[in-house]
């Protein structure tokens, strides 16, 4: 069975540092894709950034990038210059090529506050 | 309208009433989901539709009923709900284009059952 966990129910940083949310999976998959969503408190679930395994190049977008290390199957993900708008809840997300269609398999969530 | 839409936003419902949400998306994509989101808990992946066909039911009780006339609508009739239904339904849709996954998402129906 394949599984995410996100151990840090809560975190929180000051504005315009750095924070890095982890995100570790479980999985007998090769070939599956990786990613982070974000939910502000107006409910709406966004993609953040997303990564293919086969990839070894870390995806980045803007101020958002991940560290992938594969052997290890962790996927976290760095904030650099925390905006105020950054507050929300973060899921890390897994699916993978030959399983159920929709079977995108979310963490529990981290629940992050950009403090001013 | 871009991306995925659904409405209403918020819904209040006794038990014995029967109500239906929608969702709808631009993207041209060719599969639909629904999902529960209750409060402390992960998102619960409910139906899948692929090109209108439904491919994917996880246990869900019959008084959620599913409706997909085309691959950019998408109905979740509700009826004889319990208390315990209340809580955020999302709506998504992806590609399926050769295994393409990425799922995008709706801004949500926040159900209360009374």
């Known amino acids: 069975a394949q599984t995410v966990t996100q151990s840090q129910p809560e975190m929180s940083v000051q504005e315009a540092e750095t924070v890095t949310l982890s995100c570790t999976y479980d999985?007998?998959?090769?070939?599956?894709?990786l990613f982070w969503y974000k939910q502000p408190p107006s409910r709406q679930m966004i993609l953040v950034i997303r990564?293919?395994?086969?990839?070894?190049q870390n995806a980045t977008e803007n101020r958002f990038s991940v560290n992938f290390q594969k052997a290890a199957k962790s996927f976290s993900l760095k904030i650099s210059d925390s905006q105020l708008g950054d507050t929300a809840m973060y899921f890390c997300?897994?699916?993978?090529?030959?399983?159920?269609?929709?079977?995108?398999?979310f963490g529990k969530g981290t629940k992050l506050s950009v403090k001013p | 309208e871009t991306g995925v839409t659904q409405t209403p936003r918020h819904l209040v419902m006794g038990m014995t009433n029967k109500k239906s949400l929608k969702c709808e998306q631009h993207?041209?994509?060719?599969?639909m989901y629904w999902y529960k989101q209750s409060a402390k808990k992960p998102l619960e992946l409910m139906f899948v539709?692929?090109?209108?066909?439904?491919?994917e039911n996880n246990s869900v009780p019959s008084r959620f009923s599913p409706e997909c006339p085309n691959s950019s609508h998408l109905f979740l009739h509700l009826h004889t709900l319990q208390p315990e239904d209340s809580a955020l339904y999302l709506c998504?849709?992806?590609?399926?284009?050769?295994?393409?996954?990425?799922?995008?998402f709706g801004p949500g129906t926040r159900l209360l059952v009374l």
């Open positions: 998504a849709s992806s590609p399926w284009e050769g295994g393409e996954e990425t799922q995008y």
């Open positions: 999985t007998s998959e090769s070939n599956y894709y």
């Open positions: 990564q293919e395994a086969y990839k070894q």
């Open positions: 997300a897994f699916t993978y090529y030959g399983g159920s269609q929709g079977n995108l398999i």
């Open positions: 993207l041209g994509h060719n599969a």
């Open positions: 539709y692929n090109f209108k066909e439904q491919t």
